[in-house]
């Protein structure tokens, strides 16, 4: 795997909060960002995989988006 460095600049107090995260979790700061980095796109990822995988079955079944927001408030409202 190739790697390269990426220079960023933080707010102080942003910093600060790296720093007490990555001490807390016995992380280098470089570290703790690059965890982040990669929970943040994995999350991302799979949230357009699931938004796609609705708009897949709501299309293959006919439903609006007026459809699945009446689905949720009966489902909401114990219907």
């Given at each position: 795997?190739?790697l390269a460095?990426?220079?960023l600049?933080?707010?102080?107090?942003?910093i600060?909060?790296?720093?007490y995260?990555?001490s807390?979790?016995?992380?280098t700061?470089t570290d703790?960002?690059?965890n982040?980095v990669?929970?943040?796109?994995?999350?991302?990822?799979k949230?357009?995989?699931?938004?796609a995988y609705?708009?897949?079955?709501?299309?293959?079944?006919?439903?609006?988006?007026?459809?699945i927001l009446?689905?949720?408030?009966?489902y909401r409202?114990?219907?």
């Amino acid at each position: 795997m190739a790697l390269a460095t990426v220079n960023l600049t933080f707010e102080d107090d942003l910093i600060k909060q790296i720093d007490y995260f990555a001490s807390n979790q016995s992380l280098t700061r470089t570290d703790l960002i690059y965890n982040s980095v990669k929970m943040y796109i994995n999350r991302k990822q799979k949230l357009l995989e699931l938004y796609a995988y609705g708009e897949q079955v709501a299309a293959e079944n006919g439903f609006t988006e007026e459809d699945i927001l009446e689905e949720i408030k009966k489902y909401r409202n114990g219907q």
